[in-house]
């Protein structure tokens, strides 16, 4: 994998632990993640995966340890806040606007480069709040053009498949132009062919756009292709930290994820 | 087939950005919603005081219906104190005009922003609470603000209530039904305007994007508590200009006016227009005030032949209102509006509507 592109660290997560009650979901998790990286997660069901995603983006607050992004502390911040620092995110149960069309959704994922508010949006010809939306709406027509969702744009997201939805969301975390997008299982309940187009808008991300990516994933052929670097959780704890190969070689991650059939893919 | 120049359109093909985000779809809609405003334009020259009386109403109601429809239509969010917040714009623009002597013609924004303080403050409930006991505490601000129109006799006149001037407008004194139904039909449009815009926006997309899934709108940047109390701020801006509105048309202003039946009955208009649609709520406006009249001409046609029967009108139009949410609820729960989005299907299709 060329690792040319990749720069300083980007997020540096240090020692967090999060219990909820006496679960402990997160135990003393570090690790770091570097500018233009394509960073994986794995590790079983309950693992803590999701919720370290949810520490990073800022739905959970953890009782230990700090979360820096660009060096900046943002352990205490509130989602929204990190959103406009440029952490982007999807969700592993979709989490699209459902009454909302497809152009709308991705629309809100320009609000906070958006200026126009309730009085100005109002005034919407007298005060420029329509030439914003305009140019917004262009470029917006940019990223639905690369995840050619174009036939779509204007049905109402709730009435779309499954794999379209998770496109559109993606398109409406792209649409926050992100320095460090958080994906989910990008590709779950997907088929082949849908994963295929998934894993090639993913690889442009990271590659054209420059966006970081940290990457949820259970299909470790996706898994293994993709990263650059991989972390294995199991119990809330890092169990292993390295490029795909070391961690595909690691005795102690094929025990507690992969099985010892080393090709048992788990779905 | 080449196709020229002069070759039927067999659709509405937007070629800009521009065209693709207007309020109104196509442009047949937008005349046909300007020739509306002309008829209405003509109105007072063919009507009599009865019916412009009515289409005041809707007016002033529908200005207030479209806040309620921003805070729980696109907002998500739910108030039972909405009358409250149209009495105190009523009693705000009343007082404002008594007090301080500024022309009513400024009073009335003005009341509107009073009644948006305090629908904000009546909205901070709203960052921590949902559903069943946000409606609980704005039950509470209805009560609250009820028993102020009551006691602050300084503001409202207390139980005697409040004299309001009618608006006069360079020497131009609008008390006639002709003239103070231009003054809110003017106020209908601009408010209206207002309100798509906003809704086209994004502040309206945030607003929406709160209802749908507050979560990801939390990850999306934007702020719930902001938008959540602003919600209520813009509702009760609504509710506050058409109070005033109403004040300044009655002449008199008393608290017993705005009860907790009044709030039920905007919020009536709002489902049965449909909950998230601008146009719905003018609809819906027009269904209740104009229920209880066709109820009253209907009973008088029947009572004709069944005398009697008039002595049980009074309970009839209240079980009306009351038995037309129900049936809109289970018939057609998204209102009248998307009722009007099939009729205009069925027609575009028409013979071939299978």
């Not at chain 1, 629309?107 to 917004?136: I, K, P, Q």
Request: hydrophobic share 50%; aromatic share 12%.
């Amino acid at each position: 994998m060329a690792e040319s592109g990749i720069g300083d660290v980007i997020l540096n997560v240090d020692d967090i632990t999060l219990s909820f009650g006496g679960v402990k979901a997160l135990r003393n998790v570090s690790l770091d993640v570097r500018e233009n990286e394509m960073f994986s997660i794995i590790g079983p069901n309950g693992a803590g995966k999701t919720s370290l995603l949810n520490c990073i983006s800022g739905r959970y607050h953890p009782q230990q340890g700090r979360i820096r992004f660009d060096g900046t502390d943002v352990t205490r911040l509130r989602p929204n806040r990190r959103c406009e620092m440029g952490i982007g995110r999807t969700f592993q149960n979709l989490a699209l606007y459902d009454h909302m069309s497809v152009l709308d959704n991705i629309m809100v994922g320009r609000h906070h480069h958006l200026r126009n508010n309730f009085f100005t949006g109002s005034l919407y010809w007298l005060t420029g709040a329509r030439r914003e939306e305009l140019d917004h709406r262009a470029q917006v027509e940019d990223i639905i053009d690369f995840l050619e969702i174009a036939h779509i744009r204007k049905s109402v997201a709730g009435t779309l498949s499954y794999g379209l939805r998770k496109r559109v969301e993606l398109a409406r975390a792209v649409a926050l132009r992100p320095r460090l997008i958080l994906l989910d299982e990008p590709m779950a309940g997907m088929n082949h062919e849908e994963k295929e187009d998934m894993a090639r808008y993913i690889v442009d991300l990271n590659e054209e756009w420059g966006i970081t990516v940290i990457m949820i994933e259970h299909d470790m052929g996706v898994v293994m292709d993709l990263s650059h670097r991989v972390v294995v959780l199991d119990f809330g704890e890092v169990i292993a930290d390295g490029a795909p190969e070391t961690i595909m070689a690691n005795p102690r991650v094929r025990e507690a994820y992969l099985g010892e059939d080393s090709d048992a893919e788990v779905a | 087939m080449a196709l020229s120049a002069d070759s039927m359109r067999c659709g509405e093909f937007r070629t800009s950005y521009r065209a693709d985000t207007t309020i109104f779809p196509t442009p047949m809609s937008r005349n046909f919603a300007i020739a509306g405003v002309l008829v209405l334009v003509l109105a007072p020259l063919f009507l009599n005081a009865y019916y412009l009386n009515l289409l005041i109403q809707i007016g002033y109601y529908g200005i207030a219906a479209l806040g309620l429809n921003i805070l729980v239509g696109f907002s998500g969010q739910i108030s039972l104190g909405h009358a409250a917040f149209f009495g105190f714009g009523a009693f705000a623009s009343a007082w404002l005009n008594n007090t301080t002597g500024l022309p009513v013609i400024l009073c009335i924004p003005l009341a509107g922003v009073m009644t948006t303080a305090v629908g904000m403050i009546v909205g901070v409930p709203a960052a921590r609470i949902k559903g069943l006991y946000l409606a609980i505490a704005t039950l509470a601000a209805q009560f609250i603000l009820e028993d102020f129109f009551n006691r602050a006799a300084w503001f409202t006149g207390g139980s005697s209530g409040a004299l309001a001037d009618p608006m006069s407008l360079f020497g131009y004194t609008f008390s006639t039904d002709q003239s103070y139904f231009y003054l809110v039909l003017a106020f209908v449009v601009v408010m209206y305007l207002l309100g798509a815009n906003l809704l086209r926006s994004r502040d309206g997309r945030a607003f929406v994007a709160v209802r749908d899934h507050y979560l990801s709108a939390e990850i999306m940047g934007i702020n719930l508590t902001k938008y959540r109390i602003l919600a209520f701020g813009v509702s009760s801006f609504y509710a506050g200009i058409g109070g005033a509105l109403f004040a300044h048309y009655l002449g008199f202003v008393s608290a017993e006016g705005f009860t907790i039946l009044l709030s039920i009955q905007f919020l009536g208009m709002i489902i049965i227009g449909g909950l998230g649609s601008v146009m719905g709520t003018l609809m819906g406006t027009a269904f209740m005030v104009l229920l209880p009249e066709v109820m009253d001409g209907t009973a008088g046609v029947v009572s004709q032949f069944f005398p009697g029967f008039s002595q049980g009108l009074a309970y009839l139009k209240e079980m009306a209102v009351g038995l037309a949410i129900v049936l809109f609820l289970i018939f057609e729960p998204d209102g009248l509006a998307h009722r009007w989005k099939l009729i205009k299907a069925y027609w575009k299709l028409y013979p071939f509507s299978y």
